[in-house]
Each structure stands twice: as C-alpha cells, then as structure tokens.
C-alpha cells in the first residue's frame, strides 16, 4: 500500500483531515490506508514550502510531480534484511548471541547490507510494528514467570451442590511463551510446591531461576530491592539447582510476561470452559489441559512459529536435567539448644 500510486483527489483529502488536526491513525482508518502510507504523503508535505490551500489549487499534473517524486520505493536492500528478521528475532534468544554477531553474519553474506547502527534501527522499528508494546528480551533457559490469575474457576461440591472457586496457577518460560497451567483448591504452600513440581515436569527441564510475584507462600518479607523468600521455597531451588527471584515491589516490568500471559489465558482457556461444570480440580485440569495445548501451538500473531516449535527450538536443550527424584515438601521449624545439649521437638 506504501508504494502504491495514490489518486491525487485521496492526498487532498489526507492532507485536509491532517491539518484539521485529526491523527495519522484516524485518517488511515477513515481512507482505508495504511499508516505507512499515511506517514509518508504527510513527511512529504512537509518537506515542500505549500500550505495545503496552495495544493489544492496545483493540477493533477502538477501534484504528480511534486509527490510521486517524493515518495520512494523500498531498497531492495531493505527487503532482504526484513525476510531475515523472523530469525534474527529467534536467534538472539539463544545464549551468547548478540546483535553485534547476527550483524557480522548479516554482511558476510551481503558485504553491501547496512551498517550496524541501521541494522539495530530497522530491526527496532520491524519488531515496533508487530509488537508495539513494551519488550522484553529473555535468553533461553533463563528464567521462568509464576503467578496465579486474579480472576477464579469453580467447580461443584458434589455433597451439598456448593459452587466453590479455585485457584489457577499459571508460568511462562521467557524465551519461548511456553505457558503451563494447573487448577488447585488453594495458593497455601501445598498447592503452590506441588504445581512448582509438575510445572517443571511439564518443560521437562529447569531454567536458571524462577519469577515469582510475591506471593505470601513465596515471600516472607517483600522489600523494594531484595524480598526474603521462605525457607520451603529456597529448599525447592536448592533441590533443583535453580534460583528463586521475587519480582519487586513498583517494578511492573518484572511481571509483564506472566501478566500478559493470564490475559491470553483468560481468552483461550477461561472463556472456553464458562458454560462448563466440573466436580473435581482433576476433571478441571482434564478439561484444561487440550485448551493449554491448543495454546503453546497456536503461531504467535505476525509469525510463522507457536510457542512450542520456539521452546523446542531454542529453550528446550538451554533448560538443566530435572533430578531422578522429584521435590518433596518438608517441614521446617526452629529450636533451642537447652545445656543439657539437647533438642525438644
């Protein structure tokens, strides 16, 4: 749509909507264009010396020439270096690649590509337009994200009929987006090992640390620079040779993935099971499991790839071998030594 020759009686009217102040986003919107275009005829008003009454007193002709001259096609260039993002993006997810080294295989094979400064700019821009939210750059096998949904599932007590809400845990690994969810009756430290273990289980590998929001079964103390976490949990690191992260207090970004995450998961497996009734947490998980799949497979939009192919990928073999046995809960308490040399429990 950007290289493509505009009827003359459109630019008027694009350029009348935008000195009447109405945003480039509402005026491709309203013409049909696309804001690229949009973004490019107004550059190009701006780089002459006409006010827009002036343009609208020039021929056709005449404003063929003043625009058509203007607005350039794509370098070709340009072209080849955005077929390779896709797996530039991919690339720099593994461990130890940079863009200083994506950029020196970039010019091997094209000794006339560009510098590296407008290498970095165009892949900016190109992620900016399919992701033009906040981004965050994750190394495979770094770090997995944890936290339970604000909002609730239920199933039915089948004794008395009551409907009883429960929670939903959810983590994402930060390289990949492949998201794992479990359906438990609560968040107490039970719940919330068990669903740490078979979260585990379920990537079949363990990442260099582990995000949690600080939650009361997670954190003994919250701070603004290092949260205490609880001797249960620091034991389930030790177990699996991985280390425990609180996200901190009045860091949003700390807690972007996983946030984003539970809005999806709201969407994919909320929405799907609302009509449904369920008697058991085990009937629940059934029920979510295929919607879960269904999830990790589905092509992140603007590629060509899901959450699994990139875990399997790329994170698969950056995660740690799980141990032979898995974690079991143990009880911690504290004593004092009496002069008899002795402990009382």
């Known amino acids: 749509m950007a290289n493509k020759r505009l009827d003359m009686r459109n630019i008027l009217q694009l350029l009348r909507l935008y000195t009447q102040g109405v945003s480039k986003l509402q005026i491709s919107r309203q013409l049909g264009l696309s804001r690229n275009t949009v973004k490019k005829y107004i550059e190009s008003f701006h780089q002459n010396s006409f006010t827009y009454q002036e343009l609208s007193g020039l021929s056709n002709e005449d404003l063929e020439e003043l625009f058509d001259g203007q607005i350039k096609p794509v370098p070709e260039k340009n072209i080849v270096l955005e077929s390779l993002f896709p797996t530039i993006e991919k690339e720099l997810k593994r461990v130890g690649v940079t863009r200083q080294l994506l950029w020196e295989e970039y010019r091997e094979n094209h000794p006339d590509g560009y510098s590296y400064s407008q290498f970095c700019y165009h892949y900016q821009n190109w992620r900016g337009k399919l992701k033009p939210s906040m981004h965050m750059h994750h190394k495979a096998g770094d770090k997995v994200f944890v936290d339970y949904t604000g909002k609730k599932l239920s199933v039915i007590d089948q004794s008395t009929g009551e409907v009883c809400e429960v929670e939903v845990f959810v983590s994402v690994l930060g390289a990949s987006g492949l998201t794992f969810v479990e359906a438990t009756r609560t968040q107490n430290k039970e719940d919330f090992m068990g669903s740490l273990v078979k979260m585990l289980d379920y990537y079949q590998g363990v990442p260099s640390a582990i995000v949690t929001d600080n939650l009361r079964t997670a954190v003994k103390k919250s701070d603004k620079y290092e949260p205490l976490v609880t001797e249960y949990l620091l034991d389930f690191a030790s177990h699996y040779a991985t280390t425990i992260l609180p996200t901190r207090a009045y860091h949003p970004k ?57 875990f399997n990928e790329i994170e698969k073999e950056a995660l740690s071998f799980l141990p032979v046995n898995p974690y079991q809960l143990k009880g911690f308490a504290k004593a004092t030594v009496h002069k008899s040399s002795h402990v009382y429990l």
């Open 254 to 310: 700390d807690k972007a993935l996983v946030e984003n995450a539970v809005r999806i998961i709201y969407t994919r497996i909320f929405a799907p099971l609302r009509k449904e009734e369920f008697f058991t947490i085990e009937a629940l998980n059934d029920a979510i499991l295929p919607l879960l799949e269904k999830h990790n497979t589905m092509s992140f939009k603007g590629r060509k790839y899901s959450r699994l192919d990139l």
